[in-house]
């Protein structure tokens, strides 16, 4: 056996039943899509977390853009997101026309800053997309409030959020819609793979046509219509029944995932404190709303140049840590788009945030070392 002492970023955790159910799927016959293992999977999550509609979909970015389709975004309409996150957020309504208006993150914590959203809201304002970053909880009671008054509609981005909660409330189930990834770099996985979830009904019938090429062939299969054909607009957002089949074993096995992923962080998040104490580095604050699902293990350093001494050092030693998002309202695409307010907190995370590796094959030893390091770091 090759003996390596390198950490990577990220390794995707196989639960041991995945190529079994790709078997079962495959000797079924039927391996397209909204097969016996995509409904075991919205059955599932219709009863764990009480969405009201789930469909897989073959990425986040996939429902995301269904969810810009279903609420006919249109060029001149505008929406509101959050310049700290992922590309796919603000692409998906930008392809469908619309203008992003970029919102900056709290101080202390990446997320929307709820406070700044109703300032932003024009007669064009269609819809507020807020992000858990780390499947950390926004504000969700003052984002639902707002969006009531102005007549908007919500669009939880939730990709990294499965399974975390807002008031003991499952993420995903507050907002109109929201969309999940199953990307191999997060919690549960599928190597690509998404879902939309439907929490107002006036949605979901639709959103089923979107999702087959605009055709009306799901109801077709239940027997609701004796023919299909071509009744809206739409594309191929489901996934192959082996994907679904991946998943379902990941989802058998959620609990102890989760609570792998909680003991890591959590080390990390003790050995770390006395600097965060000292006021050495910062850690994130988690509002007292929201639940931890140990998505992502942070630390925000005090400078860029501190965060790239960091990963040098880490990397000298086989570790690989990671950041992201660079602030989208100054990303090469939307610069001139912007309409030019500064956004100092997501430029701050831009700059100094810094992912450690978090993955369920990741062992106490290496989190100790990893913190090590970084302790050593700063006492220099
Ligand atoms: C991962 C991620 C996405 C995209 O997910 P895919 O499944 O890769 O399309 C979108 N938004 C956020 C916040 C993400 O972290």
């Known amino acids: 056996m090759e003996v390596t002492n390198n950490i990577p970023f990220n390794k995707p955790y196989l639960t041991?039943?995945?190529?079994?159910?790709?078997?079962?799927a495959v000797s079924s016959g039927k391996i397209s899509g909204d097969g016996v293992f995509t409904k075991k999977c919205h059955q599932f999550f219709e009863e764990k977390y009480g969405f009201k509609k789930c469909l897989l979909?073959?990425?986040?970015?996939?429902?995301?853009?269904?969810?810009?389709?279903?609420?006919?975004?249109?060029?001149?309409?505008?929406?509101?997101?959050?310049?700290?996150?992922?590309?796919?957020?603000p692409n998906a309504f930008v392809l469908r026309g619309a203008k992003v208006v970029f919102v900056d993150s709290y101080a202390n914590n990446p997320n929307i800053d709820a406070s700044a959203i109703e300032a932003l809201i024009t007669?064009?304002?269609?819809?507020?997309?807020?992000?858990?970053y780390a499947g950390v909880s926004c504000d969700m009671d003052m984002i639902m409030a707002i969006a009531k008054k102005h007549n908007l509609f919500v669009v939880e981005d939730a990709a990294q959020a499965i399974?975390?909660?807002?008031?003991?409330?499952?993420?995903?189930?507050?907002?109109?819609?929201?969309?999940?990834?199953f990307h191999e770099t997060k919690n549960i996985?599928?190597?690509?793979?998404?879902?939309?979830?439907?929490?107002?009904?006036s949605f979901m019938k639709r959103a089923e046509i979107i999702r087959e090429k605009g055709t009306n062939r799901s109801?077709?299969?239940?027997?609701?219509?004796?023919k299909y054909g071509w009744v809206d607009v739409g594309s191929s957002f489901?996934?192959?029944?082996?994907?679904?089949?991946?998943?379902?074993?990941?989802?058998e096995n959620i609990e102890t995932i989760q609570q792998r992923r909680k003991i890591l962080w959590e080390r990390y998040y003790n050995n770390l404190k006395p600097l965060q104490q000292k006021g050495t580095l910062a850690f994130p604050a988690l509002p007292e709303y929201a639940s931890n699902n140990a998505h992502i293990a942070y630390i925000v350093c005090n400078s860029?140049?501190?965060?790239?001494?960091?990963?040098?050092?880490?990397?000298?030693e086989g570790i690989m840590a990671v950041f992201h998002y660079l602030s989208l309202h100054k990303s090469p695409y939307y610069q001139q788009l912007h309409d030019g307010r500064v956004l100092p907190h997501s430029d701050h995370f831009s700059d100094c945030l810094l992912r450690l590796p978090l993955y369920y094959e990741l062992t106490e030893q290496e989190v100790d070392k990893i913190s090590a390091i970084i302790v050593r770091y700063y006492e220099n």
Not at 239 to 247: E, G, T, V, Y
Request: charged share 20%; aromatic share 10%.
């Open 16 to 24: 041991g039943k995945e190529t079994h159910y790709i078997y079962q």
């Open 57 to 89: 979909t073959t990425s986040c970015t996939d429902a995301l853009e269904m969810a810009a389709i279903l609420l006919d975004i249109a060029p001149g309409d505008e929406v509101i997101i959050p310049s700290f996150t992922f590309v796919s957020t």
């Open 123 to 132: 007669t064009k304002t269609k819809a507020i997309v807020p992000v858990h």
């Open 163 to 181: 399974d975390s909660y807002y008031k003991g409330r499952p993420l995903g189930s507050i907002g109109h819609m929201a969309a999940f990834s």
């Open 189 to 201: 996985i599928s190597g690509e793979g998404g879902m939309l979830v439907i929490n107002d009904e």
């Open 219 to 226: 109801a077709f299969f239940r027997g609701e219509v004796d």
């Open 238 to 251: 489901l996934p192959s029944d082996i994907i679904a089949a991946f998943l379902y074993a990941q989802l």
């Open 304 to 316: 860029l140049a501190e965060r790239q001494q960091l990963i040098e050092e880490l990397k000298k």
